[in-house]
């Protein structure tokens, strides 16, 4: 199942995701190719977001991504500490299970000592909350309505994001 919403660039209050269109486009071309290596099922899933002013983009490049579209142009840049950090623990949670995964995690590490930058530790982190809730969970207002002035600048970045996408620009080494 692919998740297909709006947390992009600046509109994800919580996760603080950086998503851009294109993003989601690589992603789902990701899993499809994984989908179909394994003989699996793909099912993508309209799920709401706390950005809807980009909601449309980003389904039309999942879609992209399902029909076989040549993927975008994106820069890329060095990953987040906090998402590497958070991805290579799950990794190391679900290494055990999955063998490549683990493989994954050493070749990063070692592209990165090879670089001169630190590996990436997991984070020692365990669930300790109480699972007892009552359904339908509660999200309604949970959020704050984003000022005019964010969602503007955000809406400006994704007009230039999208203008890139038709630029030859160079990337560089994500790890």
């Known amino acids: 199942m692919i998740?297909?919403?709006s947390t992009l660039i600046?509109?994800?209050p919580e996760g603080q995701m950086r998503i851009t269109p294109g993003?989601?486009?690589w992603i789902t071309d990701i899993l499809i190719r994984q989908a179909v290596e394994l003989n699996a099922p793909v099912c993508l899933l309209l799920e709401g977001g706390y950005f809807l002013e980009t909601l449309a983009v980003n389904v039309e490049f999942c879609?992209?991504?399902l029909l076989g579209k040549p993927l975008p142009r994106i820069d890329q840049s060095?990953?987040?500490k906090v998402f590497l950090n958070s991805l290579h623990t799950a990794v190391?949670?679900?290494g055990r299970m999955f063998p490549s995964l683990s493989l994954f995690a050493d070749v990063v590490n070692r592209i990165r000592q090879l670089k001169g930058l630190q590996p990436v530790k997991p984070i020692?982190?365990?669930y300790k909350g109480f699972r007892?809730?009552?359904l339908p969970y509660p999200t309604r207002g949970t959020y704050k309505n984003l000022s005019k002035n964010t969602i503007r600048s955000v809406c400006g970045e994704v007009e230039s994001i999208m203008k890139s996408y038709n630029e030859p620009h160079q990337t560089v080494s994500i790890f």
Do not use: P
Request: net charge negative; glycine share 12%.
């Open 3 to 5: 998740r297909s919403n």
């Open 10 to 12: 600046g509109g994800d």
């Open 23 to 25: 993003g989601y486009q």
């Open 63 to 65: 879609i992209k991504a």
């Open 78 to 80: 060095f990953c987040d």
């Open 92 to 94: 190391a949670h679900y």
């Open 124 to 126: 020692d982190a365990e």
């Open 132 to 134: 007892e809730f009552v």
